[in-house]
C-alpha cells in the first residue's frame, strides 16, 4: 500500500464533521495497516506469559503506527485472567479523553505450521473504526515477511469485515495476495487459523473452538508461485483504531483469546 494514500484517506476522515459518517469511498489497501512502527518513547516493557509462551506487551509514551494510536501495557488493557485467557481492550482514559489500544508480541519466533487462535467475542460486529489483527511480522521490513488475519471495516460499515493477507518475502509490498470475507457468525467462540509452508500460506475460520471441518469457514489460499516468507517470524495480536478514530458508538471494546496454538511442520 502506498503510504501517502493512507495519509490522505486518515486526513479525509478526521475532517469528517461527524464520526458515524461513512465518507470513505475508496478502500484503503492493507499493506501497512498492520504493522507496528519503530517504537516511539518506548516505555519500560511488560511481560506476560499466555499459552505456554512469553509475550512483550506495547507501552509507549506517545503514539506510533499503525495510525498514530496510543498503546498501553496497563493492567486495564492487557490481561491474563485465572483461566488463563489474554483479554486485550481499547479503553478511554477518563483523566485525559485518550483511547488506548493494545498489542502483544511474541518473545520467540514460529515458521512453517499451523497457527491457530481461539476466540471469544463478537469479532464479526466490532465497531467500523476497531482493527483486530492477528499476524506474523518481521519488524522494520514493512511490506514483507507478514501474514494476517484481520477484523476490520476500515472505517466503512460497507466493507467486508474478514481479511486474509500475505505480504511477499521481496519486491513491490502492492504485489500482496489479499482475499476478504462478510463474516457473520452463529455465536460468541470461534477458531481462526492459517497453514504456512515454504510454498504457500492456507487460511480457514470456524465457528465454536474446534478445527472440525464441518464447523469451517472461508478457506483461502495465496495463488500458486506467490513468493511468500520461508523466514521465522514472532507472532502479534493487537486490537487498535483505524484512523487514530474513536469507536463510532462511543463503546470501549474488549476481546478475550482463549488460547494461541503453534503445530510446527
Not at 458515524?20 to 495497516?33: F, G, I, Q, R, S
Not at 487498535?240 to 474513536?246: I, S
Not at 458508538?249 to 483469546?257: P, R
Request: proline content about 5%.
Amino acid at each position: 500500500m502506498h503510504r501517502a494514500f493512507i495519509l490522505a484517506v486518515t486526513l479525509a476522515t478526521l475532517a469528517s464533521c461527524s464520526k458515524n459518517n461513512d465518507l470513505t469511498t475508496e478502500k484503503p489497501d492493507t499493506a501497512t495497516n498492520t504493522k507496528t512502527a519503530a517504537p516511539v518513547h518506548a516505555l519500560a516493557e511488560r511481560t506476560i506469559s499466555f499459552s505456554g509462551i512469553n509475550w512483550t506487551v506495547r507501552d509507549e509514551a506517545g503514539t506510533s503506527g499503525p495510525d498514530d494510536n496510543y498503546w498501553s501495557s496497563s493492567t486495564s488493557n492487557v490481561w491474563v485472567d485465572a483461566s488463563g485467557h489474554l483479554h486485550m481492550k481499547i479503553r478511554k482514559d477518563a483523566a485525559t479523553g485518550r483511547w488506548y489500544c493494545a498489542e502483544v508480541t511474541s518473545q520467540q519466533s514460529f515458521g512453517y505450521g499451523t497457527y491457530v487462535w481461539k476466540i471469544e467475542g463478537r469479532v464479526d460486529q466490532l465497531d467500523k473504526n476497531i482493527v483486530f489483527g492477528l499476524f506474523n511480522y518481521k519488524a522494520g521490513d514493512d511490506g514483507h515477511h507478514e501474514v494476517d488475519i484481520e477484523f476490520a471495516r476500515w472505517g466503512n460499515n460497507a466493507w467486508p469485515n474478514y481479511n486474509y493477507t500475505v505480504y511477499p518475502s521481496s519486491g513491490d509490498p502492492d504485489s500482496n495476495a489479499h482475499h476478504e470475507f462478510e463474516l457473520a457468525l452463529n455465536g460468541t467462540y470461534t477458531t481462526h487459523t492459517f497453514y504456512r509452508t515454504s510454498s504457500a500460506v492456507s487460511y480457514r475460520g470456524y465457528h465454536g473452538h474446534t478445527e472440525d471441518i464441518n464447523n469451517s469457514f472461508f478457506p483461502w489460499t495465496t495463488p500458486a508461485g506467490f513468493p511468500v516468507s520461508t523466514l521465522a517470524l514472532p507472532v502479534h495480536m493487537n486490537l487498535w483504531l483505524f484512523g487514530h478514530q474513536a469507536p463510532s458508538n462511543g463503546q470501549e471494546v474488549e476481546l478475550i483469546i482463549h488460547q494461541f496454538i503453534y503445530r510446527p511442520l
